[in-house]
């Protein structure tokens, strides 16, 4: 009898024990958050709870227009008339809560016409909201390449406003700001168009603070698939290069209209950059334009556009422009560098590398994969979600942080 009351006891012990433990984890937490927003020093309007679920309309599904891996994005009006867009990030992640934090970091110190406004934020409870400015025309991708009932018809000459705008606000992130920052994740959802198609750069969730004293930075790969480069896919070396990889299939996605994972001219290509690769070597670039374009089209400006690309999405960093240099070339100011060399490096039969067979192969694997692991979607807080890119994670990390993606 007394072994069973001992035992009774001691297994109280251990509940009431656990039950602690369990409580002190989740307030050491709730704490360790608090602390982590306290220390911000914020430069942005903080919002209350009451003040964004009116402006919401107690966050309305009909007034939802974006959902991301981390939370949704919902299009709301300020008391005094204000325009904003709300996005939603999961305070039950820990991705969700470093991309809140980075983002406010980042962005309240950066101003410039072709980077999206961060109006405020909210962190109250067991929310985490971040305020943008509204931009009427969406994404990039869905005006290029969405479903044809969200698609805009761009002339040539806004598609060089577009690519040269996405170009001076990197020059102004890697060059030109106090703050020297890699994106780590420019593609054409993270572009958005305003009501006069200026373009600007969103979502600094995953953006990194570049060290000028260091000649990289090693970090585990985010991003998304289709806009990294390879030596930061496979390696995790980080440099402002990343960035001008990624505006080289932007770039490339501009002038042809379609989207660099989905485009596939036959089976003999794996994407539209291998495409592009192609035409370089038989001299027809001009094939990859956009078809629709017709007389709007500047040739001269277009192969302009095209031949910058390839140079920025070059294997080499050492050999990708910096990003005002890009600003130059496309702008007239300055005349391309000679391609015969960077044409015979990328066209060689015998390179492996260059005929895209490492990325055919991961091509096949990530169709693999897609039937045992879940896709999540980047988020946009622009009109109608029409196009999301998507990354390739299992349903236990939705994490953007993952080995698992691939350039």
């Known amino acids: 009898?007394?072994?069973?009351?001992?035992?009774?006891?001691?297994?109280?012990?251990?509940?009431?024990?656990?039950?602690?433990?369990?409580?002190?984890?989740?307030?050491?937490?709730?704490?360790?958050?608090?602390?982590?927003?306290?220390?911000?020093?914020?430069?942005?309007?903080?919002?209350?709870?009451?003040?964004?679920?009116?402006?919401?309309?107690?966050?309305?599904?009909?007034?939802?227009?974006?959902?991301?891996?981390?939370?949704?994005?919902?299009?709301?009006?300020?008391?005094?008339?204000?325009?904003?867009?709300?996005?939603?990030?999961s305070s039950k992640s820990k991705q969700g809560n470093r991309e809140f934090v980075n983002e406010i970091g980042m962005i309240t110190g950066l101003q410039h016409p072709n980077l999206v406004k961060l109006y405020g934020c909210c962190a109250e409870g067991n929310q985490l909201l971040l305020v943008y400015e509204y931009l009427e025309n969406n994404n990039l991708a869905c005006a290029l390449f969405g479903p044809?009932?969200?698609?805009?018809?761009?002339?040539?000459?806004?598609?060089q406003k577009i690519c040269i705008g996405i170009a001076k606000s990197l020059a102004f992130l890697h060059e030109e700001?106090?703050?020297?920052?890699?994106?780590?994740?420019?593609?054409?959802?993270?572009?958005?168009?305003?009501?006069n198609l200026n373009p600007k750069i969103s979502d600094f969730g995953l953006a990194k603070l570049d060290d000028e004293d260091k000649t990289h930075i090693s970090t585990r790969v985010a991003g998304t698939i289709g806009y990294?480069?390879?030596?930061?896919?496979?390696?995790?070396?980080?440099?402002?290069?990343?960035?001008?990889?990624?505006?080289?299939?932007?770039?490339?996605?501009?002038?042809?209209?379609?989207?660099?994972?989905?485009?596939?001219?036959?089976?003999?290509?794996?994407?539209?950059?291998?495409?592009?690769l192609d035409l370089q070597r038989q001299g027809k670039l001009i094939e990859l334009v956009d078809e629709t374009l017709g007389s709007d089209l500047n040739k001269d400006e277009a192969l302009r556009m095209i031949n910058v690309a390839l140079l920025c999405i070059n294997p080499s960093p050492a050999v990708r422009p910096t990003m005002s240099a890009v600003v130059s070339i496309l702008e007239d100011h300055t005349d391309?560098?000679?391609?015969?060399?960077?044409?015979?490096?990328?066209?060689?039969?015998?390179?492996?590398?260059?005929?895209?067979?490492?990325?055919?192969?991961?091509?096949?694997?990530m169709l693999r994969l897609n039937q045992s692991q879940t896709l999540t979607h980047s988020s946009t807080f622009t009109g109608t979600n029409c196009s999301s890119s998507t990354s390739f994670l299992p349903q236990s990390d939705q994490s953007c942080e993952s080995s698992n993606k691939f350039c």
């Open 336 to 365: 391309l560098p000679e391609f015969n060399n960077l044409e015979s490096r990328f066209c060689d039969d015998d390179n492996d590398v260059f005929k895209f067979q490492g990325l055919r192969d991961k091509y096949n694997e």
């Open 148 to 159: 044809e009932e969200h698609r805009l018809k761009i002339d040539w000459p806004t598609r």
């Open 1 to 89: 009898m007394v072994r069973i009351i001992a035992g009774a006891v001691a297994s109280s012990l251990i509940l009431i024990f656990t039950i602690l433990f369990v409580g002190w984890r989740r307030s050491r937490k709730q704490i360790s958050k608090e602390e982590e927003l306290s220390g911000l020093d914020l430069l942005t309007s903080v919002f209350t709870i009451r003040q964004i679920k009116a402006a919401t309309n107690n966050f309305d599904a009909a007034n939802k227009i974006g959902e991301g891996g981390f939370g949704s994005v919902y299009k709301g009006t300020l008391s005094d008339g204000t325009v904003i867009a709300v996005k939603q990030l």
């Open 228 to 276: 990294m480069a390879p030596e930061y896919a496979l390696w995790g070396y980080l440099t402002y290069k990343a960035d001008v990889y990624s505006f080289g299939v932007v770039a490339l996605e501009i002038a042809a209209g379609k989207n660099n994972m989905t485009y596939r001219p036959n089976e003999k290509f794996v994407c539209l950059l291998d495409w592009a």
């Open 177 to 195: 700001s106090s703050l020297k920052v890699v994106h780590r994740d420019i593609k054409a959802t993270n572009v958005l168009l305003d009501k």
